[in-house]
C-alpha cells in the first residue's frame, strides 16, 4: 500500500505571499492612488488622506493599525464605488501582509468582482484569493476561486491545488476524476500515489494496480515493484508455475535480499531445468553477501555444487534431448530447453527452438512459452522483439501481467 503525503502544502502561502507583495506594491502612494481602468474616477481628499495614513502604517509594518485607521474611511458617507474600490484594496494588501486572512480574502473578492482591477493583475488576486480560502480551509470557497483561475488560464500549481484541495476536502471522486486527467497528460509520482490512494479508499482494485503499474514503469521504487508483484502473486486464478516468473521481476527490481529469497529461486530455476539461471541467481546471492555465510553457509555451496553438476549434465545431453523432444513434439519441454539454452549464452539456438515449440501448436502453457520468449529475447539483447512477444501474451493466469510489467521494466532501462 502507498502511504501519500501532502507535498504541495506551500502552495497556498505562496500564492498569499504573491498577493500581498502586489498588493504593497500596486496600493496607493504616499501621493497617488491607484491605478484605475476608469480614467474619471477620483477619489475625495477626506477618503484620500486616511488611504494615504493607511498605507504609511502598511510601509512601517503597522498593519493592524493600518486596519484600525481604514474604519474611519467606512464612517464616511456617500462613497463612490471607485473610493469603496480603493479601500477595499488598501485593506486587502494591509490584511494580506498582517496574516489576517479572513479579512484579507473578503476585501481581495470585493476588488475582483468591482470590474476595476486592472487585466494585468486579475490573475495573481484570483489565484492569491484561492489560496487565502484553502488556508482558512473554506473549501467550497477555495475550489470556486480555483477554478475562476484556471478560467484565466491553464496553470499548473493551480490545478494541483484543486486536486488537493478535493483531496483533503473528502471529494475523492473529483479529486480521482482531476487526477486522471492530469495521469494521461503525464502525472507527477505524488499525484499518482494520491490517485492510487484515492482508488484504495474507494476499493478500485483494478485502477490502484493501473496507477500503480505507472508508478512502478516512470518511478521505479522498491516499494511500488514490491507491492505490484505481491498482488499479482495473490490475485484469484494465479497459476503457481509462474512463480519463478515473478521471482524473476523481483531479482530484476533488487527485491531479493535475504538469503532464503535466493535458494528459493534457485531452487526453483533448477526444477525448471534451467541451472545456468540458478546459477546466476546463486552468484548473485554470493555476491551481494546473502549467501555464503552464517549457519546455513553449507547449504548454499550445495545448493551451487547442483547448479554447477546439472549444467555440466545438460551440456553433455543437450543434443540428445533436443531430438527426442523434437520426436516426441514435447513442445512445452522444447520452450523449456530453449528457454535454458538462451540463459546458458546460447541465445540464437535457444530462440531457435523456443519459436520452434510455438509453432508446433501443441503448447500445454502457450502464454506461458511466449512470457519466456520475450525474456530469452531481452536477454540476448533483443529489446523490440521482446516487447512484440509479450505484447502477445494472454490470459488469466498472471503470465499477461508479468509480460505486462516486463515491458515496464525494459522501458524504463
Known amino acids: 500500500m502507498i502511504l501519500f503525503r501532502l507535498g504541495r502544502g506551500l502552495l497556498p502561502g505562496l500564492f498569499i505571499g504573491t498577493i500581498a507583495a502586489t498588493s504593497l506594491m500596486l496600493a496607493p502612494s504616499l501621493l497617488g492612488l491607484v491605478q484605475s481602468a476608469h480614467a474619471a474616477d477620483t477619489v475625495r481628499a477626506e477618503v484620500g488622506k486616511v488611504l494615504q495614513d493607511a498605507q504609511k502604517l502598511t510601509a512601517g509594518g503597522k498593519h493592524k493599525e493600518a486596519l484600525t485607521k481604514l474604519r474611519e474611511a467606512d464612517r464616511i458617507n456617500a462613497k463612490t464605488p471607485f473610493e469603496l474600490y480603493q479601500i477595499e484594496y488598501v485593506r486587502g494588501a494591509a490584511a ?81 476524476k482531476e487526477l486522471s486527467a492530469q495521469s494521461s497528460r503525464g502525472a507527477t509520482e505524488g499525484q499518482l500515489q494520491m490517485l492510487a490512494n484515492i482508488l484504495l479508499k474507494q476499493n478500485d482494485k483494478a485502477g490502484y ?13 522498491a516499494s511500488y515493484w514490491a507491492d505490484l508483484l505481491n498482488r499479482v502473486s495473490g490475485k484469484p486464478g494465479f497459476s503457481s508455475r509462474l512463480e519463478l516468473d515473478v521471482q524473476r521481476l523481483k531479482l530484476a527490481n533488487g527485491l531479493l535480499t535475504k538469503p532464503a529469497q535466493y535458494m528459493e ?17 546463486i552468484d548473485q546471492g554470493y555476491k551481494s553477501g546473502a549467501l555464503g555465510s552464517g549457519t546455513d553457509a553449507a547449504r548454499h555451496e550445495r545448493l551451487k555444487t547442483l547448479a ?30 530453449g528457454f535454458a539454452m538462451v540463459s546458458n549464452g546460447q541465445a540464437d539456438p535457444g530462440l ?55 515491458i515496464l521494466q525494459v522501458n524504463r532501462n
Not at 480555483?146 to 471529494?171: A, F, H
Not at 523456443?354 to 531481452?378: D, R
Not at 502477445?392 to 499477461?400: E, I, S
Open 96 to 176: 494580506a501582509a498582517g496574516g489576517d486572512n479572513e479579512t484579507a480574502a473578503k476585501s481581495f473578492e470585493f476588488v475582483i468582482n468591482s470590474g476595476r482591477l486592472p487585466a494585468a493583475q486579475q490573475p495573481t488576486f484570483i489565484q492569491g484569493l484561492a489560496g487565502m480560502y484553502y488556508r482558512a480551509k473554506d473549501w467550497p470557497k477555495a475550489i470556486v476561486w480555483i477554478n475562476r483561475s484556471l478560467k484565466e488560464g491553464e496553470t499548473e500549481p493551480m490545478r494541483d491545488l484543486l486536486i488537493q484541495t478535493y483531496y483533503v476536502s473528502g471529494n475523492y471522486a473529483a479529486a480521482a
Open 209 to 221: 494496480v493501473t496507477t500503480l503499474e505507472k508508478l512502478a514503469g516512470s518511478y521505479p521504487k
Open 265 to 281: 529461486m534457485g531452487q526453483f530455476a533448477l526444477l525448471a531445468g534451467n541451472s545456468a539461471e540458478a546459477l546466476k541467481v
Open 308 to 337: 554447477l553438476k546439472n549444467q555440466a549434465d545438460s551440456k553433455k545431453s543437450a543434443d540428445l534431448d533436443q531430438a527426442d523432444l523434437i520426436k516426441n513434439k514435447n513442445a512445452d519441454g522444447l520452450a523449456a530447453l
Open 352 to 406: 531457435a527452438l523456443m519459436q520452434q515449440a510455438l509453432k508446433m501448436g501443441t503448447l500445454k502453457y502457450p502464454n506461458e512459452a511466449k512470457l519466456h520468449l520475450g525474456i530469452a529475447y531481452a536477454q540476448a539483447g533483443k529489446k523490440p522483439n521482446a516487447i512484440a512477444a509479450w505484447k502477445t501474451v494472454q490470459g488469466v493466469d498472471g503470465a499477461a501481467d508479468l509480460a505486462r510489467y516486463w
